[in-house]
């Protein structure tokens, strides 16, 4: 659930959006992206669409703990770079298929929305992997660097995409 801060700064983006035309707007069906989807849809006059493959990584028994408790062996990161695309938490998923989800999304989303701006709302993770296959950049080559919440980020493949961290 989101703060009141959290919410606040959901109202924020979607007046910084207020002017933009987007063809369709999609979220992460996590709750916080939802909620943050309903706020900025409302102000767009846009119902965003839920969608599981925007999902936060899977960390699976480690779901939930600090990202920084779990070791680079587990989590392929260390230090805002990405050490081991294959690293997997217990019962988790690795940042290769993390990387593949993401990438479908985008590959089936260019089918489903040819043409026009979409908007996305999602989590920083899906936002680093956007950047970095938009980019070319593959799950090994990738930096992790911070998204911070209410952040807005425009990805280009081949329509613009306009993704915003919950």
Known sequence: MLTRKGRAE??????????????????????????TAEIVGRALRMVPRSEPALRERNFGQAQGRPHSELLSAASGIEIDRVVDADARPVDGESLTEFYERVAAFINELEMRVPEGDVLVVTHGGVIRVAQAYCNGIPATGMDWGPVPNASVWGLSRPQTSIAIAP
Request: net charge positive.
């Open 10 to 35: 959901a109202t924020n983006v979607a007046g910084r959006l207020a002017g933009a035309t987007f063809t369709a707007m999609y979220s992460s069906d996590l709750k916080r992206a939802r909620e």
